[in-house]
């Protein structure tokens, strides 16, 4: 009978030890186990805006379709851009005959201006031979002066001549740019989503028109527990299924260096306000882990961004023995 009795509590015991043992493992696994099933898949996402403002005469693309780098998304009204630039030009070349007219000035002044100097020269001479009169001399002087001096005024309008031909070039420069501007093409391949600006449109200048999905810059975002962060490095290998049901592999690209602090706002005079109030219970933070998408996974092209994941680190030898 004891044997039984003896028996019977081995067994016990080794029920309940294999079961803390499971428990163990179960309770390493769930906290410590670099897996995370709170993951998103992410795109950049470029919002095109009107650079000028006009009426869209044209719309080349559909709402979820997919553009090349370049390529043009919609035309805005070009008419009265077409017709400053047009004025630009007329303006340049205003500009360019009014300094051609300075330059034209400055040569007729210089040329008096050596006849004056001329002729006061000769007459310094008459006048040191007594031929004339001082009253003579001092009048050609007189006439060398005037001559320096609509000499300088030509030079100072033809300095005003050149910076007016300068502005009227980066007007006209600025009115080229306004009409090339008319055309929005796509920076980025990818996709046009939730498309809601329709031809007829009035585009204002800095309004978003549409958005444009990078489709080369999709990755996944996994938000994982700070305890298990110790054993994720960047180049870890990992596994990642979508709700879905497709699964593909990828490569840790890098972990964020900060998250916000929700128990530390600022307060008044720009201190620290500390909640007063502490929870014993404390959940772990998590962390945003970027994570690149293998580029051989053939379905790359379907993903959606904001889509829900579960992504697992693949543990090399090396890391399982350091940690």
Same mark, same amino acid.
């Given at each position: 009978?004891?044997?039984?009795?003896?028996?019977?509590?081995? &067994?016990?015991?080794?029920?309940?030890?294999?079961?803390?043992?499971?428990?163990?493992?179960?309770?390493?696994?769930?906290?410590?186990?670099?897996?995370?099933?709170?993951?998103?898949?992410?795109?950049?996402?470029?919002?095109?805006?009107?650079?000028?403002?006009?009426?869209?005469?044209?719309?080349?693309?559909?709402?979820?379709?997919?553009?090349?780098?370049?390529?043009?998304?919609?035309?805005?009204?070009?008419?009265?851009?077409?017709?400053?630039?047009?004025?630009?030009?007329?303006?340049?070349?205003?500009?360019?005959?009014?300094? $051609?007219?300075?330059?034209?000035? =400055?040569?007729? !002044?210089?040329?008096?201006?050596?006849?004056?100097?001329?002729?006061?020269?000769?007459?310094?001479?008459?006048?040191?031979?007594?031929?004339?009169?001082?009253?003579?001399?001092?009048?050609? !002087?007189?006439?060398?002066?005037? *001559?320096?001096?609509?000499?300088?005024?030509?030079?100072?309008?033809?300095?005003? *001549?050149?910076?007016?031909?300068?502005?009227? =070039?980066?007007?006209?420069?600025?009115?080229?740019?306004?009409?090339?501007?008319?055309?929005?093409?796509? %920076?980025? !391949?990818?996709?046009?989503?939730?498309?809601?600006?329709?031809?007829?449109?009035?585009?204002?200048?800095?309004?978003?028109?549409?958005?444009?999905?990078?489709?080369?810059?999709?990755?996944?975002?996994?938000?994982?527990?700070?305890?298990?962060?110790?054993?994720?490095?960047?180049?870890?290998?990992? +596994?990642?299924?979508?709700?879905?049901?497709?699964?593909? $592999?990828?490569?840790?690209?890098?972990?964020?260096?900060?998250?916000?602090?929700?128990?530390?706002?600022?307060?008044?005079?720009?201190? *620290?306000?500390?909640? %007063?109030?502490?929870?014993?219970?404390?959940?772990?933070?998590? &962390? %945003?882990?970027?994570?690149?998408?293998?580029?051989?996974?053939?379905?790359?092209?379907?993903? +959606?961004?904001?889509?829900?994941?579960?992504?697992? &680190?693949?543990?090399?030898?090396?890391?399982?023995?350091?940690?």
């Amino acid at each position: 009978m004891s044997l039984k009795k003896t028996v019977a509590q081995l &067994v016990t015991l080794a029920v309940v030890g294999l079961a803390v043992l499971l428990g163990w493992f179960a309770w390493d696994h769930y906290t410590r186990s670099p897996w995370t099933r709170d993951a998103r898949v992410r795109a950049d996402v470029v919002t095109l805006s009107a650079e000028v403002s006009g009426r869209i005469i044209s719309l080349q693309v559909q709402d979820n379709q997919h553009v090349q780098k370049g390529q043009l998304l919609l035309e805005i009204d070009p008419a009265r851009y077409a017709l400053a630039v047009e004025h630009a030009k007329r303006s340049v070349e205003v500009a360019k005959a009014t300094e $051609g007219q300075s330059k034209a000035s =400055i040569i007729s !002044s210089e040329a008096l201006l050596k006849q004056r100097q001329s002729e006061e020269q000769r007459r310094r001479t008459l006048k040191q031979r007594f031929a004339i009169s001082g009253e003579e001399w001092e009048k050609s !002087s007189t006439e060398v002066a005037v *001559a320096q001096a609509d000499l300088l005024r030509n030079q100072a309008n033809l300095g005003l *001549a050149q910076a007016n031909v300068q502005l009227a =070039i980066a007007a006209l420069t600025q009115a080229e740019l306004d009409l090339q501007r008319t055309r929005v093409v796509a %920076p980025v !391949s990818g996709y046009v989503t939730n498309l809601l600006t329709r031809e007829g449109d009035f585009a204002s200048g800095g309004g978003a028109l549409l958005a444009l999905v990078d489709s080369q810059s999709f990755y996944v975002s996994g938000y994982f527990e700070e305890t298990k962060l110790p054993r994720i490095e960047e180049g870890d290998r990992v +596994r990642i299924e979508l709700m879905s049901g497709e699964t593909f $592999g990828g490569t840790v690209q890098s972990i964020a260096f900060a998250i916000a602090d929700r128990e530390n706002s600022p307060g008044s005079r720009l201190l *620290a306000n500390i909640n %007063p109030s502490y929870t014993w219970v404390k959940l772990a933070q998590r &962390v %945003p882990v970027r994570i690149q998408i293998d580029a051989d996974y053939i379905a790359k092209n379907s993903l +959606r961004a904001g889509t829900t994941a579960t992504v697992t &680190v693949m543990e090399n030898r090396d890391n399982q023995a350091t940690h």
